[in-house]
């Protein structure tokens, strides 16, 4: 039903399918109101590339009930694709007096085919108690079972609640995926969004994501600000629903990806669509249907680029632009960090292209918070540490490079480097996302607090509190004579960097374990990098120039699964499906049993059957969450089967 | 010639007029290469929305010197709007061997009817050294005089160098002001552009733009990207000119205000502007012309949003979002707060809407330096102070409003609140930008560390090293009992709220000059809030609900003339002319012979003929350089004369 291609943050590239096709996320769902149709889903498809459309089933059953069940809600709309209904619990919520049972509602939209229907849940306010949210929780969750077993083949999405209420909304979601409905919609949120508590709306989000089974596309329920969907996709939204296009239209109000703009302001058409392009001032004033189009336009847009974001794993970068558009979306930004130990789980690996410091935000990404925490877990740290100061704000430039390759032999000890991004071995500097990162000359307080927070509680960590040789600023002459005496050290970058890589990225001890034994390193002619590993004749790992990282050959594969017990880097498949991964085919999500919960996605991975046996090497593509979840898509693709 | 019709920081919108044509600045010259016309002038002009364009006049000279003397340049480019055209100094300094002279080069363009012609200036590299970019400068400001002395009906642009030299760039203008020309260019900074030096284009243009008149456009030379205009125009550059849309086409660069995207890494159209909204991917990257299309849609959307930003007030916060693109623009905006001195005299009064903070950065807008200067200079602090931490990061929640007041009548004393803008005393809560501003709940690390050292420097300042009563947070409880006891005072908020802005808006002693004699208040019946203030009968001052400052009535602006010697206030006029005044017409810059130096743009003025006579009171839409400088334009709107 959901599958996963690509993804960033907690953001996913999905494909969700429904009886009338496939949908592909995330992506927005226009409301159109039956009684008054101001564009067309087919217009809405053509022209604006709305994939699927949501209506209002409360409002059909109330005004148009017997043409509905006998026209269907495809032929009603004139729409052959994806139509999704809501069930009136907002507007029960609202205007009250919705006169119609879940029973009643379910059946009806089951009855005019809708392909995905809404349970008539109970929505609770930002100011209800807890008590209260609590209740509403309990009898939206025996609606949903109520719903679920007489859905027939309409697909059901049940909506998470609990207001304010982290634990609530934890509990509901945890409830909710337990039951039979294919789409997770949070709901409550409309006044959250309507006074820009944008924070709220974050912690409201991560809360139901981290109990919501991940298998199944979340749908946030009246979200249909282009200034929002950023921040929605990197926290797990698929798919939007929104009137707003209209109503900010019948209010004067255009909306771009930075915020909304009365006409009445307008001195000049600040837009490029092909709404705005062709419009003046006057007519964007006096054109109601010109302002929707204009709405949708930017809201399909916005969507494009964050789908783009998220194929290029820049997302946090969007959303760390979009975010300064108001105060209340930088509260938002700022929250993220208390997350991270959820967020991390999610992250990729690495990512193509720069890794940019915009803010002090960045420091706090879930990609760094990794980075730090492996520095405490799988480093092994040396003896000595030379402690450098950030030149400008970067490690250092590279123009220095060969001074401190010099400086290491004269020393025989490390340099760790007090970057922005935490403390960095220099062997650890070519890694993801140290050695991609493009930092600002001039830092800001809470940055620079920051470093060197984080280099204290490594330091203290790895028990350096007395071996620290030098602190010295930018140049050095500060080097003390008694450590420049030491003379030529044996101390060889190369090899320093293979270990600690090896270390971060498979564990405490893969260095030593994949390193012993004669080892050839076949570098680039060009850069000089290195490439290939060979040991003892055996081509072991590769190291991707892009990333810093290793590749993980048969041959490399092997030596790790004899040295570091299960579920350590395993995948776990079905042993009669293993023989297709030995083949080299790719390991389908459906055939996972079990995976080490340390995976992330783009990790490289063991493929083992039930014994234990490894059967292939690849990279992960979901971490274990996910490939217990998912019975569609891929969850490692195989780059070598192991006879 | 250029006429200032609106501002925002040194922004400008001004209207630049040509023999073919008027042009709205902040605008784009499209480069039309004469050898190969991509897409033609009328065709910029009608599809992009281009007012000018510009070609090269080397190319023209080497390659159609006959028939473009004999067609004129506008016949030659089949274009009826204003064309301006290059000297070929670019293309000599990066080429060498441009066998034309200054003098020729000067003559041909002046003789092919061009509208604005270029010298042939010395292009100085950013690491040429001051002596040799000093000696560049010379030719070329000798180069200007030559050609400005043979010009004939050609407009000249005479180009700022100095390299990366904020002195010599400084300089060069200084000398460059002196001369006879209509454009002020910037040159030599395509290559601190092309390898992403912000921070030392913000250095040169801010230096150049110090010792440049302020009545003429500024262009800034090969500036095309639309990542760079909104802070380019919020330094004051008025004219960009580039072949970058069809260079970065070629290439296949996507430009966007947030950066350049290669087709090849396209995975959708991340864009909503006509050239995109039929494109498909693939057609994108087989589609040189789409692309230079699509990179004139977002080039021309782009200044259309920052005349925009200028007309709304609102481009400090499009610059600060934009400054998120690329670290290396980071620097360029934490660069400016070293700048303030300068760019606080062009900032005007106040703006509409709501001020955001969205960064550390926010702490150092030039509004907010002066308002900390002005609160030095002239709030005049009463003997003892509440101090106040805020509530969350808002200055004080609006529903403390009461208890706050409350308080005040028991401690007989006032609140100062430390807020992210700086110690802002109670009385003065309404002000812009302080009432305006809406603030995060959570703030970083440098705005904690700025809002503490602003107070310290402001209480320090005003001798309240002992004077502190209370240092209290979020509750009233912590008051010590001796405070509390002290009984009911006398402390009357809105009247001191009165003296309190009258000073900081007029200088100190405003308010006891205004506020004595029988005062009567007249308060909005909606919101209680002062409107109108009646001395004796007469009413001599109105308070702005949309900004907390006071419009000042003729009988108003009869007191601060008597109260205050000029130059205080005044904006002086010939006085043949102060007679229109008195009539209630606008001052017209050119007939200004002095003015205030410490008025600001929107500032209330009084405006007085050469005897020192009051003629009028108005809002100045200028400062005093600008007054004296500008030949064209609405120097004071005059609101009431003065008979």
């Known amino acids: 039903m959901f599958e996963l291609r690509d993804r960033d943050g907690l953001g996913r590239l999905g494909r969700f399918t429904t009886p009338h096709g496939t949908v592909d996320t995330p992506t927005l769902l226009p409301v159109i109101n039956p009684n008054q149709v101001l564009i067309p889903p087919?217009?809405?498809?053509?022209?604006?590339?709305?994939?699927?459309?949501?209506?209002?089933?409360?409002?059909?059953?109330?005004?148009?009930?017997?043409?509905?069940?006998?026209?269907?809600?495809?032929?009603?709309?004139?729409?052959?694709?994806?139509?999704?209904?809501?069930?009136?619990?907002?507007?029960?919520?609202?205007y009250g007096g919705v006169e119609v049972s879940n029973e009643e509602i379910v059946a009806f939209q089951r009855d005019i085919r809708a392909d995905v229907g809404t349970v008539l849940d109970r929505f609770s306010e930002p100011d209800h108690t807890p008590a209260r949210a609590a209740k509403d929780i309990a009898e939206t969750l025996f609606r949903t079972r109520v719903a679920s077993e007489m859905r027939g083949g309409l697909l059901l999405a049940g909506t998470v609640q609990g207001s304010i209420y982290p634990d609530l909304r934890h509990e509901c979601a945890e409830e909710l995926s337990k039951l039979d409905v294919a789409v997770h919609a949070i709901g409550g949120v409309v006044p959250l969004m309507e006074t820009y508590r944008f924070r709220d709306l974050a912690t409201v989000i991560l809360a139901a994501k981290e109990g919501l089974r991940p298998d199944r596309p979340v749908h946030l329920f009246g979200a249909g600000h282009p200034m929002v969907f950023g921040l929605a996709v990197l926290l797990g939204c698929d798919l939007f629903d929104s009137a707003s296009y209209h109503k900010y239209a019948r209010n004067g109000r255009l909306m771009f990806s930075d915020g909304t703009r009365h006409v009445e302001d307008l001195r000049e058409v600040p837009c490029e669509?092909?709404?705005?392009?062709?419009a003046t001032v006057e007519s964007l004033r006096t054109n109601e249907r010109l302002r929707a189009e204009h709405n949708l336009y930017a809201s399909f847009a916005e969507l494009r680029?964050?789908?783009?974001?998220?194929?290029?794993?820049?997302?946090?970068?969007?959303?760390?632009?979009?975010?300064?558009?108001?105060?209340?979306?930088?509260?938002?930004?700022?929250?993220?960090?208390?997350?991270?130990?959820?967020?991390?789980?999610?992250?990729?690996?690495?990512?193509?292209?720069?890794?940019?410091?915009?803010?002090?935000?960045?420091?706090?990404?879930?990609?760094?918070?990794?980075?730090?925490?492996?520095?405490?877990?799988?480093?092994?740290?040396?003896?000595?540490?030379?402690?450098m100061f950030p030149e400008g704000a970067r490690p250092y430039a590279a123009a220095?490079?060969?001074?401190?390759?010099r400086l290491l032999q004269l020393v025989d000890s490390h340099f760790l480097v007090k970057?922005?991004?935490?403390?960095?071995?220099?062997?650890?500097?070519?890694?993801?996302?140290?050695?991609?990162s493009i930092v600002p000359e001039t830092l800001d307080a809470e940055t620079l607090e920051g470093l060197e927070v984080f280099a204290q509680q490594f330091l203290r960590g790895a028990g350096y509190e007395g071996g620290v040789l030098w602190r010295g600023e930018e140049t050095f002459d500060d080097v003390p004579a008694e450590v420049m005496d030491r003379g030529a050290g044996t101390f060889d970058l190369a090899?320093?960097?293979?270990?600690?890589?090896?270390?971060?990225?498979?564990?405490?001890?893969?260095?030593?374990?994949?390193?012993?034994?004669?080892?050839?390193?076949?570098?680039?002619?060009?850069?000089?990098?290195?490439?290939?590993v060979i040991r003892d004749g055996k081509h072991i790992l590769s190291l991707r120039a892009e990333d810093g990282f290793f590749t993980l050959k048969a041959d490399g594969a092997r030596i790790l699964h004899a040295v570091f017990p299960p579920p350590t880097l395993r995948v776990v498949v079905e042993t009669e499906t293993a023989e297709f991964n030995r083949q080299g085919k790719n390991v389908m999500a459906k055939f996972v049993t079990e995976c080490d919960p340390g995976v992330r996605p783009s990790d490289e991975v063991l493929v083992v059957d039930g014994t234990d046996a490894l059967a292939a090497v690849g990279r992960?593509?979901?971490?274990?969450?996910?490939?217990?979840?998912f019975d569609r898509g891929v969850a490692v693709q195989v780059r070598e089967g192991v006879a």
Not at 84 to 90: E, L, N, P, R, Y
Not at 400 to 405: D, G, L, M, N, T
Request: aromatic share 8%; proline share 5%; glycine share 8%.
């Open 42 to 94: 087919a217009e809405m498809r053509a022209r604006f590339g709305a994939q699927a459309v949501i209506t209002n089933a409360y409002i059909l059953h109330r005004s148009m009930r017997e043409r509905a069940l006998a026209e269907g809600v495809h032929g009603l709309l004139d729409f052959d694709g994806p139509i999704m209904t809501d069930s009136g619990a907002f507007q029960q919520h609202v």
């Open 400 to 405: 220095r490079k060969a001074e401190i390759a």
């Open 495 to 532: 090899m320093a960097r293979l270990h600690a890589v090896a270390g971060m990225q498979f564990g405490r001890g893969a260095g030593d374990a994949l390193l012993s034994g004669r080892i050839e390193v076949i570098s680039s002619v060009r850069t000089g990098k290195v490439r290939n």
């Open 305 to 387: 680029r964050v789908r783009q974001a998220v194929a290029d794993g820049h997302l946090w970068e969007l959303v760390e632009r979009r975010c300064r558009s108001h105060p209340a979306l930088l509260d938002a930004l700022r929250e993220l960090r208390h997350h991270n130990e959820f967020l991390e789980r999610f992250e990729p690996l690495s990512r193509r292209g720069a890794f940019y410091f915009v803010g002090p935000e960045t420091q706090h990404r879930p990609i760094l918070h990794r980075f730090r925490a492996c520095l405490q877990e799988r480093y092994h740290p040396p003896k000595r540490f030379v402690v």
């Open 620 to 629: 992960a593509l979901m971490n274990r969450e996910e490939m217990l979840a």
């Open 273 to 278: 669509c092909p709404a705005c392009s062709t």
């Open 419 to 436: 970057s922005v991004w935490g403390p960095v071995p220099i062997e650890l500097d070519e890694m993801h996302p140290i050695g991609q």
